[in-house]
């Protein structure tokens, strides 16, 4: 079946953008056991921050393309856990901040102690309120999209089910403080994450909204564009 050109860059846009926020939690895992060898210098942590803009920017490419790949379905569904995951998203640039300054104060700063963050915190625990229990929309957005490509079935169930189980990891790892389980979850969430973008930009038959049971008919035919 052949797009237009502006579907197909939007596919082409919403797979890579699946492929790499992928690659990007997969990389965590590497930072992860890489932890605590040195101290970050303020170039890394600016870089940090760098980092945090295009990852933000490859999840709404994502959440874009399975959102669109449930519009057959589970339209409602998809816009609900899509819109979900990016509100939860939000809270991990914050955090990332957060992180930022904290690393930047332990770093040695003139005039600004190690443990500003902490202080921070406790001094305003209202203000922390504001920022990390939205987070939980994240996991839950993860867990509704993982559920819905599972049951819809335009990419094969299993990785629909890799999602979810992405989102059952998350707040296992981050709010429980569980590295195995933070570990798990990024090779998870980039392993789920990667193979819904190559299925968009390999497959183009999805982009066009067919129903499950039509696209498989239409691959037989030999109609699909792959």
Request: glycine share 12%.
């Amino acid at each position: 079946m052949n797009l237009s050109k502006t579907d197909n860059r939007r596919r082409i846009i919403a797979g890579a953008g699946a492929v790499l926020i992928g690659v990007s939690f997969l990389l965590n895992t590497l930072d992860g056991l890489n932890t605590g060898m040195s101290a970050p210098s303020q170039t890394m942590i600016a870089l940090t921050g760098y980092k945090a803009v295009l990852n933000t920017v490859l999840m709404i490419a994502a959440v874009f393309g399975i959102s669109q790949l449930l519009r057959a379905r589970a339209d409602w569904i998809g816009l609900l856990g899509g819109a979900s995951v990016l509100i939860g998203w939000t809270v991990s640039a914050r955090i990332g901040v957060l992180i930022q300054l904290s690393s930047l104060s332990e770093s040695g700063v003139e005039g600004i102690p190690p443990n500003l963050s902490e202080v921070l915190m406790q001094s305003a625990p209202t203000v922390w309120t504001s920022i990390v229990p939205i987070g939980i929309f994240f996991p839950i957005g993860l867990l509704t999209l993982g559920l819905a490509l599972a049951w819809a079935r335009p990419v094969h169930w299993w990785i629909g089910l890799l999602l979810a189980l992405g989102g059952i990891l998350f707040p296992i790892g981050r709010a429980a403080g569980q590295v195995w389980a933070i570990i798990a979850c990024d090779i998870v969430l980039g392993a789920a994450f990667a193979l819904i973008g190559w299925q968009i930009l390999t497959r183009s038959g999805l982009w066009s909204n067919l129903r499950g049971d039509d696209l498989a008919e239409s691959q037989i035919t030999g109609e699909t564009n792959v």
